[in-house]
């Protein structure tokens, strides 16, 4: 036991651990998310989809535990076989929960749901997914345009100073509208110089060594494990604002989220973002 808390120490640092400790113990008491309730209802029996996932922030022991009252819940990844998934078939093969019925797998780009209908869904969720856009306006817009007028976005990004991106500049939104209006794709590497220069390695053990960072940052496209841009929480309230969605609750959540909770308006356009 002593040997597996210095490892975690040397690993992750004292405040790591901390904050290791305090996300299991929050876990184990059922601790939820203070906004849940706010939006609970608007959840509750409807169909959604999930960005990512599935996640354990959104299950029934999570901070904000959507997957039981959920009516049905679809999902989209970006490929057959990610690193956090394994393989990922499309198809009515998404399951979130054990006592759940599976929703439908999409296999897509998150910047590009096309097969999907405008206004099909209630609700959106996506957990540590739009740091790993590198267009994420563009993004937020196709989100937005599936949800059904006064549907809930539920959006949870990690806050800088607690990951290893916590010695990396916080993204500017300049930088993310140009982003959007130069039409970036998911290949760009625009930051990866900045990412093998700042990344912590200490706080992240999965990337491995320096050599096989850098090895699985060139290969960003096939992966999509690194960070584009780096989230403050007024950065997150900025952005999802800019895509023309009502914000509701915002919440720093131990130990690292941002959470962010949103509605589109009746009136919000179908592309959800400026154009």
Same mark, same amino acid.
């Not at 790591?16 to 608007?42: P, T, W």
């Not at 403050?232 to 309230?237: G, M, R, Y």
């Not at 690292?256 to 356009?269: D, E, G, N």
């Given at each position: ?11 992750r640092?004292? &405040? ?5 400790? %305090?996300?299991?113990?929050?876990s #184990?008491?059922?601790?939820?998310a ?26 029934? &022991? +999570?901070?904000?535990?959507? %997957? ?6 679809? !999902? ?14 499309? +198809? ?7 006592? =759940?019925?599976? +929703?439908?797998? %999409?296999v ?12 099909? %869904? ?15 306006? #563009? ?7 599936? #949800?059904?007028?006064?549907g ?9 100073d ?56 060139? =290969?960003?496209?096939? !992966? ?8 403050d ?19 720093e ?23």
């Amino acid at each position: 036991m002593t040997r597996q808390v210095v490892r975690l120490v040397r690993q992750r640092g004292f &405040s790591g651990v901390v904050r290791a400790l %305090y996300s299991r113990v929050r876990s #184990l008491l059922g601790m939820r998310a203070k906004s849940f309730r706010l939006c609970e209802e608007s959840i509750r029996g409807k169909t959604g989809i999930e960005i990512g996932g599935p996640s354990q922030v959104f299950s029934r &022991s +999570g901070v904000f535990p959507v %997957y039981p009252i959920a009516g049905r819940i679809d !999902n989209c990844i970006f490929a057959n076989t990610t690193v956090w998934e394994g393989e990922v078939r499309e +198809g009515q093969t998404f399951q979130y929960a054990r006592d =759940r019925p599976a +929703g439908w797998q %999409y296999v897509a780009e998150a910047t590009a749901l096309g097969r999907i209908s405008t206004a099909a %869904y209630d609700f959106v969720l996506a957990s540590h997914v739009l740091e790993h856009i590198a267009n994420p306006i #563009l993004a937020l817009s196709e989100w937005t345009r599936v #949800l059904k007028d006064e549907g809930t976005l539920v959006i949870l990004l990690p806050h800088k100073d607690h990951t290893f991106d916590h010695r990396r500049p916080v993204t500017t939104m300049e930088h993310l509208i140009a982003d959007h209006e130069n039409h970036v794709t998911e290949d760009d590497l625009t930051h990866m110089t900045e990412i093998l220069a700042l990344h912590d390695l200490n706080r992240d053990p999965e990337a491995g060594d320096r050599a096989s960072f850098v090895a699985r940052s060139r =290969r960003n496209f096939e !992966n999509r494990c690194f960070h584009h841009h780096v989230f403050d929480t007024p950065l997150a309230v900025r952005l999802v604002e800019y895509a023309g969605l009502q914000i509701h609750a915002v919440e720093e959540v131990p130990p690292m989220h941002i959470l962010v909770v949103a509605q589109k308006a009746r009136s919000a356009v179908d592309s959800g973002a400026r154009q």
